[in-house]
């Protein structure tokens, strides 16, 4: 039998505790389906009971989040699920190192900050590298992490101008038989860069910078003979590239410019017997000076929890057919 223990803590703030507990207990009732654990609220104080090994990781996730809420962090029920899986994957984390980096404050009064360990190390890694390949799964926030980062540079005016980009490669529908214009038939593929910039500032003022060229989105193709000075760059989708188009896209990197380079590896839509550049070029540039990749797994996955769940069985799958033993 696994030794059970209980503990009791004391909170003296009452803004802060109250905004813990969350409306009617809920964050409390969110950790009990986390943990095998048995949590009670009375007064200033919650006791916890359980598991001791459960027991200590709870009390050490409620203190951290109490001192977040003393500081001004907004802790809402998503951010304990947060938290409570990276305290899982390393209890020595301190929590405010990752939720209290803001890297943006979108117009819309919305703190952008990272939710994981690979997160934190994402933005680092912009921060001190001229060129970041962000890889791993969808929904870990590798295209709007980077969004928020090329914002934030265009407002502190250490940039002059925001690079959108992504491969048009056709999966499963062909361009040409999509109705309008090139910009009509490409604008499907670029729709998820669109996106993440409208969550990061009022359409208005996005249109009007685009308007001006001061942010520009537009398919991979037409980067082709251009030198990017003084900008920072995002090639989204990365893992339809080909090996010209990847080398073709490294190479525009010019004077005070920042390149940012997400994709999946597992998601290639490319034609069979196409290497993807994204793949190739880790083997090519991993260790260069002033390059950095990052991985995430689908433990960084910052979507509905399910997605996560999803993800660990889709390559739970792969792996079996990897190893030969699928039937």
């Known amino acids: 039998m696994k030794n059970e223990t209980t503990k009791q803590l004391a909170f003296h703030d009452a803004n802060a505790f109250k905004t813990l507990l969350g409306g009617e207990d809920r964050n409390l ?6 943990e095998p654990i048995r949590i009670a609220a009375r007064g200033d104080k919650i006791t916890l009971s359980g598991e001791s090994d459960s027991v200590d990781l709870v ?10 809420i003393q500081k001004g962090f907004p802790v809402y029920s998503t951010d304990v699920g947060f938290a409570h899986r990276i305290l899982s994957e390393n209890r ?19 703190v952008i900050t990272p939710k994981s360990i690979a997160q934190k190390q994402y933005i680092d890694a912009i921060r001190r590298h001229d060129m970041v390949f962000g890889i ?15 914002v934030s540079y265009l407002m502190d005016r250490r940039v002059n101008r925001i690079v959108l980009t992504r491969p048009a490669v056709e999966a499963g529908e062909k361009l ?16 998820p860069v669109y996106d993440a910039l409208y969550d990061m500032m009022e359409f208005d003022k996005a249109q009007a910078l685009i308007e001006k060229g001061i942010i520009e989105v537009a398919p991979l193709a037409f980067m082709r003979g251009r030198t990017l000075n003084d900008s920072f760059i995002i090639l989204d989708e990365a893992q339809n590239t080909t090996s010209e188009q990847m080398k073709m896209f490294v190479t525009r990197l010019g004077w005070g410019s920042r390149a940012v380079v997400t994709g999946d590896v597992t998601q290639i839509d490319l034609p069979s017997g196409r290497t993807s550049g994204l793949v190739e070029v880790e ?4 260790g260069t000076e002033g390059i950095q990749f990052v991985t995430f797994s689908e433990i960084d996955v910052v979507r509905h929890p399910l997605v996560s769940e999803i993800i660990k069985a889709y390559n739970h799958l792969a792996r079996k057919k990897m190893d030969g033993r699928e039937e």
């Open 283 to 286: 083997q090519i540039l991993s």
């Open 92 to 110: 020595s984390t301190r929590l405010e190192e990752i939720f209290l980096d803001k890297v943006y404050i979108s117009s819309k009064k919305r």
């Open 136 to 150: 791993g799964p969808a929904g870990t926030g590798k295209t709007y992490l980077a969004m928020a980062m090329a």
């Open 29 to 34: 009732r969110l950790i009990e389906k986390l």
């Open 176 to 191: 040409g038989f999509l109705p309008g214009d090139l910009v009509e038939k490409v604008n499907p593929y670029l729709r």
């Open 59 to 68: 009390e050490n996730l409620l203190g951290q989040l109490y001192h977040l």
